[in-house]
């Protein structure tokens, strides 16, 4: 038996299929939330560890989501781990097709899709989550065509990344943790007010002593035997 020409969205085609597509980003405009896309730009990449350090976040782009996660936050939460505190925050965002490519494809044709590694500003609590794997195929066909990506995102980390995008509240958001530019630990100490990398130090020179013999020298005779 084959199936029914008038009720088969697998078989969609022409103006049905636009109309479909309509659909689904209006949807998105009216439930969805106005969010910025961070697109990583690599620099330096490392072909034996598969990572660049040296990468920059230099372009923002304004586009509207849906959460996905609709009872909250998903995965890990906040857990004490023998680090400390560890916040383990995920969230999965929709976005339409046609809505990532008017707004970061015509800026830049490299980017044609979202790609693991960006980032998502999420203005609702002013937190920054990370792309770990997009899904292209979450609504399967079902509208004759593949409309949305859902981005599986987690809680972003700060390691001192470069953030250039040209918008002031998202390039200065992690100035008062960003330690690229302190040259002491005394410094140091004063972005984070719980470490205590000046304890260690004082510890670390009470107990350690290299004025007799270095263990990085190759003679480690001691002067006063000779």
């Known amino acids: 038996m084959a199936t029914s020409s008038y009720f088969n969205a697998y078989k969609v085609i022409g103006n049905e299929k636009s109309l479909f597509e309509d659909l689904v980003i209006e949807s998105i405009r009216i439930y969805g939330v106005d969010t910025y896309y961070l697109t990583r730009s690599l620099q330096e990449v490392d ?3 598969n990572e660049d350090d ?10 509207e989501m849906y959460v996905k996660s609709v009872d909250g936050f998903q995965g890990d939460g906040d857990f004490l781990s023998r680090f400390g505190l560890t916040i383990r925050d995920q969230v999965v965002f929709t976005v339409a097709n046609r809505v990532f490519e008017k707004y970061a494809t015509s800026q830049d044709s490299s980017k044609v ?3 693991e590694g960006d980032l998502v500003f999420f203005p609702m609590n002013k937190k920054f989550f990370k792309v ?15 409309h949305v990506y859902d981005l599986k995102c987690e809680l972003f980390e700060y390691s001192n990344e470069r953030i250039e995008t040209g918008y002031p509240d998202i390039d200065t958001h992690y100035d008062h ?3 690229d530019q302190i040259t002491s630990i005394t410094a140091l100490h004063g972005k984070d007010p719980i470490a205590k990398n000046i ?25 006063s035997d000779t």
């Open 199 to 223: 304890f260690f130090e004082t510890e670390a020179d009470s107990i350690l002593d290299f004025s007799e013999v270095s263990p990085f020298e190759e003679d480690i005779t001691n002067p």
């Open 47 to 49: 072909e034996i560890l």
């Open 132 to 146: 770990m794997h997009v899904e292209h195929e979450s609504v399967f066909y079902q509208l004759g065509a593949l």
């Open 177 to 179: 943790i960003k330690t």
């Open 113 to 115: 899709r979202p790609n």
């Open 54 to 63: 040296a990468s920059i976040f230099n372009a923002a782009y304004q586009m």
